[in-house]
């Protein structure tokens, strides 16, 4: 069964360090990988996809994920933080047919000045 | 704005009354999907529609829930006889198709006493 497993619940860091969250994923064949963000009473917001070709992936707000087939793995990175990036983080799996999402847990991130 | 939006934005409700969310897609998103997301979880698929057809339903979605979407343009979600265990955050996402990222409204967050 396809499955996205997100080890670190939450994560500080302070601001302008970087940063690399961790996904690990579990499906049959090529997955479309992606990671959201989700600010306090906001929706979902696309920070980048993968779906073939380059294992580095560059998202908006400086965000870049590297896809790891041999570990199963596709990890977010940013190379500074910046205290409006405190959010929940969510990788997620597209599954199937209709493309549904099936995401991981979460990552809380948050930010000290 | 012609993002995914949603309505109500809050529900509450007392347990056994039955309530309706909305959904607008982005136009010409023929892919329509609902999530739900409880505290500290990521979204779990819930259904899906291509156009006006309901082509995947999750096993969550229990008997109490139904969804429609006339004419392939917004969708409903209804839910009977409301349990405790209902209250969550309910998303709607669009989608163009294909390997397209899906777009995400605010919410609906229900609450159920």
């Known amino acids: 069964a396809q499955s996205v497993t997100q080890p670190d619940i939450h994560i500080t860091v302070s601001e302008g360090a970087s940063l690399e969250l961790r996904c690990n994923y579990s499906?049959?064949?090529?997955?479309?990988l992606f990671w959201y963000v989700q600010s306090p009473g906001q929706g979902l917001q696309l920070l980048l996809k993968y779906f073939s070709g380059d294992t580095l992936v560059q998202g908006i707000k400086g965000f870049e994920a590297e896809f790891k087939r041999s570990q199963s793995s596709f990890n977010l990175r940013k190379h500074t933080v910046h205290w409006s990036d405190a959010a929940e983080y969510f990788c997620?799996?597209?599954?199937?047919?209709?493309?549904?999402?099936?995401f991981g847990t979460g990552t809380r991130l948050q930010v000290f000045p | 704005d012609t993002g995914v939006s949603q309505d109500p934005r809050h529900k509450i409700t007392k347990r056994g009354q039955n309530v309706t969310f909305r959904c607008d897609p982005i136009?010409?998103?023929?892919?329509l999907y609902w999530y739900r997301q409880t505290l500290g979880q990521g979204p779990e698929f819930l259904t899906y529609f291509q156009n006006e057809a309901q082509l995947e339903k999750s096993r969550l979605l229990s008997d109490r829930f139904s969804a429609e979407r006339p004419k392939g343009s917004f969708s409903t979600l209804e839910i009977q006889r409301t349990e405790q265990g209902d209250s969550a955050m309910y998303l709607c996402?669009?989608?163009?198709?294909?390997?397209?990222?899906?777009?995400f409204g605010p919410g609906t967050r229900l609450t159920v006493l």
């Open positions: 499906y049959g064949a090529t997955p479309y």
């Open positions: 997620a799996v597209g599954a199937g047919n209709t493309d549904k999402l099936i």
């Open positions: 136009s010409e998103h023929n892919r």
């Open positions: 996402a669009s989608s163009p198709g294909g390997s397209g990222e899906q777009f």
